[in-house]
């Protein structure tokens, strides 16, 4: 198609003889004006700046109907509006390909239609047909390269003598506007969770490292006070604690290290075909001896299922889980685990009931995903990357954990 083009301030002065220059650059300042107010105003509700865009754009290009979009998966979201009779509403949602936004989307480019009836490809477009939408000027909103959607503005008045390359500008200052205050809050948002990180991480390192090691503290210096008879086998003993609490520490710490990794989203996959059962059996015999302290049993259902996924990260899925169960189970209990296929889909299911002494030990809510310490959260983040995600419940101490993985995923 071939789209309109903007008039230049000549052709406007030619097509507007009844204006001075004067009067036409006193036109553009005042506008100018108007969206250097918008721009340098501090919104703290991103509603309230849409609605005032708004506004300020009717006034400004003289038009009937404005909106703000969002362009989601082929849809298209209405994120505010102004309308005659109020027919349109935030939250409204039509496919993009129905909409004349369709255009600026495919071009990512600013486009103006002056008379939309005159366009061959645009006299059938359903809107045109439905709403009779004659005047449209829209532009891109764009968030870190990428199109957010539209701030678009249409009347079912003719433009008789086309947009400006003036009015080009003023609404490509808007729509860049828009733009920066989503990246800003984006940013906003990223530090915030950061900070969020931060203070859980460091809350997480005083509580889970300061045990062991002021365990592995304790016992040194206790070891040079054992008598002769009694040392040989007291200090063996006392070695032996040392050494399982600083293996404790050096597994927090191993943690950490991971949580910041995938946190910052610098987790990368190196998938494979992989035997899912063998990956299990794997974490399994890494945690015998501490599902045999706990006394648990294990049950299980495991079905043989190749996928391609990355075997190192998905060990760590795994290893976490049942380092978990291990943890927090009520002892003499049974672990029920389950790897089926069902529609295409690889089905994991981990059930244990767990242990409330151990839980109120640790300050924790089963309740909560993230409460487990990080290693739930190195959990979600790896099958996040392989498409999947963790759900978690709890039923009166009984705690299931499942994830999917689709097959049909190369």
Known sequence: MKYPNFITEEEFRELHVGLSEIDILKQFSQNLKLIHKLTTSHYVDFDALLKDYLQAGLKIFEMKYGIISEIKDGDYIIRDAVSPDDTLHKGDLFQVEGTYCREVVNTGNIIGFPHVGNIEEMKNHPVYIGMKLESYLSAPIYVNDKIFGTLNFSSTEIREHGFSEQERELIGMMANSIGNFLLLKDKEEKLQKSYKRIRKLTNFVAHDLRTPLGNISSLSELIPELDEEEEKEERREMLELIKQKADQSLEIVHTILEAAMVGEGNLKLSPSPTRLEHLISQSLSNYENQFKQASLEVISNIQNIEIELDKDRMLQVFNNLFSNITKYSK????????????????????????????????????????????????????????????????????????????LTKD
């Open 331 to 406: 002892p003499e209990t049974s672990v029920q685990l389950n790897l089926v296929v069902e529609n295409n889909k690889c089905i994991f299911r981990l059930q244990n009931t767990t242990d409330s002494s151990k839980i109120r030990q640790r300050g924790l809510d089963v309740t909560d995903k993230g409460s487990l310490g990080y290693g739930l959260e190195i959990v979600e983040e790896i099958l996040r990357a392989h498409g999947s995600g963790l759900k978690i419940e709890n039923d009166q101490g009984l705690y299931i954990s499942t994830f999917e993985l689709d």
